[in-house]
């Protein structure tokens, strides 16, 4: 997984298109690689490697941070001027030609073509007939391949609205494809979640597969997406589903394949197997048999758990207050409340960048921190909440004893902060990994999901159950009251705001809750005229992402722009 063969890297960098122009610049032989190319388990496996490695990339989180939580309402950014490119994106006051908005368009993309070249190419791997493995190792390559590509398009989408769906097998007579409908987009993420949600196991045995999309990460996106087609406050199937799929991931309750599929017999089972390489009959056996319709999945619900646990279910820094944050530093590396990471490895031998496998991601560098909050801003999100703690102001010390010296008036987040033990050889190489998907998102997705569908005793009892556990770093007792629907949902907006908050989640939430307009106004008139970011927020246009100019001019007007841009 922390490897990417050298070869593989230049083969893939050859097939990538991050966009329509970038495809034009490429020699049209540099796609027409070896036809057998892709003919054994090993060379799926580079090829998934490079899919992946689009998640440890530079490119990709120097954007996810700044649209995620640098455009939001828990911070400050250094850099807010109207001179500069991300001055403008968190001002609002940007252009169609943003860098940073072209830059979030390209990764996407190049990740999805990197997963459609798994994915396209899976059947010309050759097995024989008693290979029975090997079928099951294949089988997870596809999945682990749709897993990406679902949450590559879930980028674009949140972001953009309705984008092109790519085909998996590029051709000059395919370089423009219109853009698809945003429920057109959902759908396609939505099969390739479920497809994938019944092919791959709950958990590995290897620790060299650590950090593998496993079962409970697909479900676990599966119902972040639902959460995002479905409306606040509009009842919906999308919320039906939702709170159903939270029934099996959350509430322990059985779930077939069939359901997961939502199979209607349309197309045949056994072609259905084939196509999602299910192993033939003649290899089942007692321990794995046929694979049926009504198979029941995996449990999920006693996997994760909320306490602050190490992958070996110790209390983590010996369950003292400081457990919750240490659940993001090493020695909570695949612990028990983290869902699906991004692994990075530090290369220490001095290289940068895109060329090791160490993360770029430098939030809490002492004097030259991205972004940062301010005592009104801390204040507001935790009020007395026992959270407030991972935050912290200039010139005090982090918990293992470093001097923090950030500038005046300015907090981070220490779920940024790396400690003294795994720190670094060389900037812009850490190893620590990014929790992508947490216990604690799922348990509120699916609190916001039973409020939705009117059981707000049990919606309650999963909002306080995040609370509980948070209430264990100082031994308080407050919890969330019963009320009627707006009531309980605002509270578990409030426990999301704190919960999740500094994990580049923040801005795309408010969206989808449709408060981003209101949420954005409020926060720019609490700050000085000279810079009011947040005040220009145009609602009915702000809440999707222009697509990039450059995108436009290339199809010729194919693609069209969004409105208000």
Known sequence: ???????????VAALTLSSCSDFLDKEIQGYATDENYYDTQYKMQTALNAAYDILQSDEYWDQEWRFGEGMGD???????GLAS???QLVLFRFTTSNTWILQRWQVNYKGIHRANQVIANINRVKLSTTQYDAYTQIRYILAQAKFLRALYYFNLVKSFGGVPIRPETETVENLVIPRSTKEEVYAYIEKDLREAAIMLPTGYVN??????????????????????????????????????????MVGGKAMTNAEMLQWDGEEDWEALRQRLWFKPKNLNTVNDPYETS??????????????????????????????????FYGDGEFCKGSVFEVVFKESADGTS???????????????????????????DIFGTDPRKIYTIHHQENTPDGESWQGGEGRYVSLKWYTPKKDKPLYAGDNGKNFRLIRWADIKLIYAEALNECGDRENSLKHLNDCKAQANTINSSTNLYSAGGYGYIRDQIYLERRIELCFEFDRYFDLVRQGRAAEVMHNYGNTIGQANRRGAYFREGVNELLPIPQTEIDVSNGVVEQNYGY
Not at 353 to 379: H, K, P, R, S, W
Request: glycine residues 12%; proline residues 2%; without cysteine.
């Open 1 to 11: 997984m922390k490897k990417i063969l050298s070869l593989v890297s230049l083969i």
């Open 74 to 80: 828990n911070v400050r950014n250094v850099d807010e």
């Open 85 to 87: 490119q991300m001055g």
């Open 207 to 248: 620790t060299t597969d650590f950090g593998k999309v496993t079962k409970g990460a697909v479900v676990g996106l599966l119902m972040k997406v639902l959460l995002y087609e479905a409306k606040p406050g509009v009842p919906s199937e999308k919320w039906q589903e939702l709170k159903r799929i939270g029934d099996y």
């Open 294 to 327: 009504d198979a029941i999945l995996d449990p999920l619900s006693e996997t994760y758990t909320l306490e602050y646990k190490d992958m070996y279910g110790a209390a983590l820094h010996g369950g003292d207050k400081w457990a919750y944050v240490y659940q």
């Open 353 to 379: 960048g895109d060329t090791n496998e160490g993360a770029g991601i430098e939030l809490f560098n002492t004097g030259n921190v991205a972004m940062y909050g301010t005592a009104a801003i801390i204040n």
